[in-house]
């Protein structure tokens, strides 16, 4: 089997347009090259009529491109024409991109990822969690080892949704039904994971950019959506579970294939070797031993370098929050190392250097992207519209007195709308948290907060939409076992999915807010500005 495909027939009606209004979209880098040119004519604009926003600060520092007079923080529109701006723009031009957060976040963890990736320990680890998997519990294992797998990266499209068809089919279950669950837990559930990971950091890079605009200390805290995200793999979980057994497989029928070579075959490699298996123990072992090394960083008597000693409260833990993407470069490096090892993947240093310089080339598109986005975001801290919209913003919200669980909801729907035009959950998020963060926490609700439902928004869409990077991928694999499938019928396979988890994640949005339910670790729905801060 092949990637290839003939073009499926250009759909009609809402689909189609969709499809259509999406395939003109440029690339996201090019798209941001439009926005900095439309900033900079906005800009011009609101310095020449005088735009501005003002609100009480307590600090006796005010943050950079505000002025403060009298208890009163002002921010004003600034021609990024200016002779001022334009000599930033060009002089700092290294630095805005060098010291851009989630540019140093992804780098550093995607050299450790590569190593786990390249070495074959995440292919493996997928294949080791579905073999033997019995019939009646196949669809909710998928699921979990769906939203398990976004910690490597792209690898459970190409590894588990094909590997789901054939586990369902070799069973004597449909294998569509296979795709779809497989498909509907790694895309539709991609904000669940039973543990905070690559995404997280990197998300709450550009959430951390955009917090500082009204209190330019806040850092982030990797681990600020652990418990929503948990909360998503534990209610999905049985909406994939019922939706698969109960809905779409009845639809599709009864699967009475027979087992031929080509999946015989295919049955024959998601066996692990002998080999394999010890290089998971191996990588057990040592995830053990960095999970007991920052333990004891936390725990020693009288060395606890994780442990900010002179703080008081949860801030006496922020050391450890800050160690967390070290701590997951080293996870993957140790663990990919062992396991490479062990199956001959990884025959000296030389081999672990040259998969960690390939893991950095695969993202060579990523880091020109960055590059715009890092000026993007850095020109509108200049421009101060960010602190004008945001104060505006949230003035006519409060005078509309509209309820915290609401607002969080139409920043989910917006998140919803924008993907199916733009699949990059970062691209999106770069551009919206530079409004909407700092817009709601002058309204009272906290960076984790808005990032959870910006996520859950992202979420769930990827399967409503044709526009889904892997989407022709998924339908190659879908005509392996149907011919006739296109692009209408992997929709309409895909919608009581995608229009369960929109209700369920609607539902946990305004749960989470009304019950007040911790998002994670020292990660509370609402926001109290600090003294320092805008109060």
């Given at each position: 089997?092949?990637?290839?495909?003939?073009?499926?027939?250009?759909?009609?009606?809402?689909?189609?347009?969709?499809e259509r209004v999406g395939n003109l979209l440029p690339d996201p880098t090019i798209i941001f090259i439009y926005l900095i040119v439309t900033l900079m004519i906005v800009s011009a604009i609101g310095a020449a009529l005088g735009w501005s926003a003002s609100l009480p600060y307590s600090g006796a520092k005010p943050p950079e491109h505000a002025e403060l007079a009298n208890g009163v923080l002002t921010y004003r529109a600034s021609s990024l024409?200016?002779?001022?701006?334009?000599?930033?723009?060009?002089?700092?031009?290294?630095?805005?991109?060098?010291?851009?957060?989630?540019?140093?976040?992804?780098?550093?963890?995607?050299?450790?990822?590569?190593?786990?990736?390249?070495?074959?320990?995440?292919?493996?680890?997928?294949?080791?969690?579905?073999?033997?998997?019995?019939?009646?519990?196949?669809?909710?294992?998928?699921?979990?080892?769906?939203?398990?797998?976004h910690h490597a990266a792209d690898a459970a499209y190409v590894v588990l949704i094909p590997m789901a068809a054939v586990l369902f089919a070799s069973v004597g279950r449909h294998p569509l039904a296979g795709i779809a669950a497989a498909l509907a837990a790694v895309s539709g559930g991609y904000a669940?994971?039973?543990?905070?990971?690559?995404?997280?950091v990197?998300?709450?890079?550009?959430t951390q950019e955009a917090a500082r605009i009204v209190e330019p200390?806040?850092?982030?805290?990797?681990?600020?959506?652990?418990?929503f995200i948990l909360g998503i793999v534990i209610l999905f979980t049985?909406?994939?579970?019922?939706?698969?057994?109960?809905?779409?497989?009845?639809?599709?029928?009864?699967?009475?294939?027979?087992?031929?070579?080509e999946l015989r075959a295919d049955l024959e490699k998601g066996d692990l070797s002998a080999d394999e298996r010890r290089g998971l123990r191996h990588a057990g072992l040592a995830a053990l031993f960095v999970v007991a090394l920052f333990a004891a960083l936390c725990l020693w008597p009288g060395y606890t370098p994780f442990i900010d000693q002179k703080a008081e409260g949860p801030i006496r833990l922020q050391p450890l929050y800050g160690s967390i993407i070290a701590a997951l470069f080293l996870l993957f490096l140790l663990t990919g190392t062992v396991f490479g090892r062990a199956v001959?993947?990884?025959?000296?240093?030389?081999?672990i250097i040259h998969m960690m310089r390939e893991g950095v080339k695969t993202i060579a598109p990523y880091l020109v992207f960055v590059f715009f986005a890092a000026h993007f975001v850095a020109m509108f801290n200049w421009s101060g519209i960010g602190p004008i919209v945001a104060i505006t913003g949230a003035e006519?919200?409060?005078?509309?007195?509209?309820p915290a669980p609401l607002l969080l909801v139409c920043v989910l729907l917006l998140s919803s709308l924008l993907d199916l035009f733009i699949g990059s959950a970062t691209a999106k998020w770069s551009v919206l948290s530079s409004v909407v963060v700092p817009m709601f926490m002058l309204l009272g609700i906290s960076p984790e907060m808005t990032t959870a439902a910006y996520r859950m928004g992202d979420s769930y869409t990827n399967i409503m939409t044709p526009l889904m990077s892997y989407f022709p991928l998924v339908l190659v694999f879908c005509q392996r076992w149907d011919k006739s499938m296109g692009v209408g019928s992997l929709l309409a396979l895909m919608l009581p999915y995608a229009l369960s988890f929109m209700a369920m994640g609607i539902l946990m949005v305004v749960s989470w807010v009304a019950l007040d339910l911790p998002l994670g670790p020292h990660a509370q729905v609402f926001y109290q500005v600090a003294a320092h801060a805008v109060p």
């Open positions: 089997m092949t990637a290839e495909t003939t073009r499926p027939a250009r759909q009609k009606g809402f689909l189609g347009f969709i024409f200016s002779s001022e701006n334009i000599a930033r723009l060009f002089t700092e031009m290294p630095k805005t991109y060098a010291s851009f957060t989630p540019l140093g976040i992804v780098l550093t963890i995607m050299m450790g990822a590569a190593v786990a990736e390249r070495s074959g320990m995440f292919f493996a680890m997928i294949r080791g969690s579905l073999r033997n998997t019995p019939r009646r519990y196949m669809t909710p294992i998928i699921a979990v080892v769906g939203m398990v797998s669940g994971n039973i543990m905070p990971g690559q995404l997280d990197l998300l709450f890079g550009f200390g806040w850092t982030m805290n990797p681990l600020g959506n652990w418990y049985p909406i994939v579970w019922f939706v698969t057994d109960r809905i779409v497989e009845p639809r599709l029928g009864v699967w009475n294939e027979e087992v031929d070579e001959g993947t990884i025959k000296g240093s030389n081999d006519k919200l409060q005078g509309m007195g509209l």
